[in-house]
């Protein structure tokens, strides 16, 4: 059965760019469609050092200004073919992008690309549109951090947020350091981990959890033969705790699954139910083989736990599956919201030269309703 989305591309001729650019990995393609046109690593080769680097690893304004110009212009003129001049360009991104990220990003794409227009959106808000629900709990763990805002009626409830660094980075260093006697310096590569990561490792059950650190723990899962210029095998307890890191609470009591209860708890009384039965996991990391059991498991444990048990009369969670995949939804919705007309949310290349600036969409000055009009 078609969706309602399906099909918008055709209702203007106008080509509108989604742009996802996240930590590890940018997704990119033209508002309507379905899916990203592809998904490339956010980094660029340096024309004059010959350097691969990484675009949010930037020294200062003006390094992060030359990294963005190439990165943008192998997109538009090697991916998406396309001259940026005078074209619409929608913009996701993370509660937790630095602001001097953000205006950076438009000054490029404004003064040096000459695009049209800038619609600047937050992944948690046009998730929701994949779904046709105005209720979610969106929780996005990435390659940084895992971040988690819930959304009330299509209102996002910004005192609730959360973030954690326990992300795909997290998961990398994690079996980094299991695998130094077996592999050197030189070998474990980010693209090497990432690939033991993907291929090879996977969310434990809880019930197997709470063994592992034990004195008398269940019998690992198999090693398995890795081949790269080498063949070296991975053991089966690296596989399996590799993504423990996840679940391990700190000193302040904090993992992802008490993300999702103290976000709930911050909330109104009258819309926790709600959104708890209305939970989307994504990003790259939630795609891990048994980690939307694992949470559910861990939230429902953690329910009855003396920590929780008399803040929250919660019963159950339910998860939403949304209709793509985790690592590109949010792609999915910045596509669903740049194929409709919102010129109140749109950043015009007359507006922004004469500011200077991009309104923070956090921001309560850049919210507040125009006083000199009648609206209350």
Request: net charge neutral.
């Amino acid at each position: 059965m078609l969706r309602s989305y399906e099909g918008t591309r055709y209702i203007s001729d106008k080509q509108v760019i989604v742009l996802d650019i996240g930590s590890a990995y940018t997704k990119y393609g033209y508002a309507g469609e379905t899916a990203p046109r592809g998904i490339i690593n956010t980094e660029i080769k340096c024309p004059e050092s010959r350097e691969l680097r990484k675009i949010y690893s930037y020294k200062d304004e003006d390094d992060l200004y030359q990294l963005l110009v190439e990165f943008l212009h192998m997109i538009f003129f090697k991916c998406v073919v396309i001259s940026p001049k005078d074209i619409k360009i929608v913009i996701l991104e993370s509660p937790l992008i630095p602001s001097k990220f953000r205006n950076t990003l438009a000054k490029v794409l404004f003064r040096h690309f000459e695009v049209g227009s800038l619609m600047v959106l937050p992944i948690h808000l046009v998730t929701i549109s994949t779904l046709g629900v105005d209720t979610l709990l969106v929780l996005d763990v990435g390659y940084q951090e895992a971040t988690l805002i819930p959304v009330f009626e299509g209102v996002p409830i910004l005192k609730a947020w959360q973030a954690l660094p326990l992300a795909s980075k997290a998961v990398h260093e994690s079996i980094t350091r299991e695998m130094k006697t077996i592999l050197s310096e030189t070998e474990s590569t980010e693209k090497l981990i990432e690939n033991i990561k993907v291929r090879t490792c996977f969310v434990t059950t809880m019930e197997r959890s709470l063994k592992l650190e034990t004195d008398n723990p269940f019998k690992p899962p198999p090693d398995v033969k890795y081949y790269t210029t080498r063949t070296f095998e991975i053991p089966g307890s690296v596989r399996e705790k590799a993504f423990e890191v996840l679940w391990q609470r700190d000193n302040d009591n904090l993992s992802v699954p008490t993300m999702i209860l103290d976000s709930i708890i911050k909330c109104p009384v009258d819309t926790r139910t709600q959104l708890a039965e209305n939970i989307l996991l994504i990003g790259g990391t939630v795609m891990a083989k048994g980690f939307a059991s694992r949470l559910k498991t861990e939230l429902l444990y953690l329910l009855n736990s003396e920590l929780y048990k008399e803040k929250l009369k919660i019963k159950t969670f339910k998860f939403h599956t949304a209709p793509s995949k985790p690592n590109y939804t949010a792609w999915l919705g910045g596509a669903i919201f740049g194929s409709v007309d919102l010129p109140s949310r749109c950043i015009t290349k007359e507006n922004y030269l004469e500011l200077n600036r991009v309104p923070d969409w956090v921001n309560l000055i850049d919210n507040r309703k125009d006083e000199a009009s009648n609206t209350i």
